[in-house]
């Protein structure tokens, strides 16, 4: 196989994986026993990365006529996390009612402790590979 080939065939990943953020949110399973109820998260692709980085970026013209450029560094957290995270749906009607709020960017807010949103947050940025030691992993 030629270099070429590994980057037209990479190895495939899973899609999702189950993280446990916090033991507040608790599940039955089929023995009548509770357990933490796991959110279920996916990788977030440097395509859809650049596009939520569009989203967080603002420019305008200063007092003196400069461009500026001001990145929103929480509206981009928070639109990774809500991209990342496949349950909870944190956009579905029942979450934004049930937290009170119409805007499904206040949900993971309103729903985790500060806590448990960078447990969240940190989980889905490792999967999207910010966190791979490629060097690490060459060496084994």
């Not at 944190?90 to 447990?119: H, I, Q, W």
């Amino acid at each position: 196989m030629s270099n070429l080939d590994a980057f037209l065939h990479p190895v495939q990943e899973q899609e999702t994986k189950e993280v446990i953020i916090s033991n507040r949110f608790q599940t039955v399973n089929a023995d009548g026993k509770t357990a933490p109820a796991p959110f279920v998260i996916r990788a977030i692709s440097e395509e859809e990365n650049q596009k939520i980085r569009r989203m967080c970026t603002r420019r305008f013209k200063d007092r003196s006529g400069m461009t500026v450029t001001e990145f929103d560094a929480s509206a981009y957290s928070v639109r990774m996390v809500l991209a990342g995270t496949v349950t909870p749906d944190f956009s579905a009607a029942e979450m934004c009612e049930a937290y009170k709020t119409k805007d499904p960017m206040e949900v993971p807010g309103r729903m985790l402790k500060a806590g448990e949103y960078n447990r969240l947050s940190d989980a889905i940025a490792e999967f999207s590979g910010f966190d791979d030691d490629i060097e690490e992993q060459a060496k084994n």
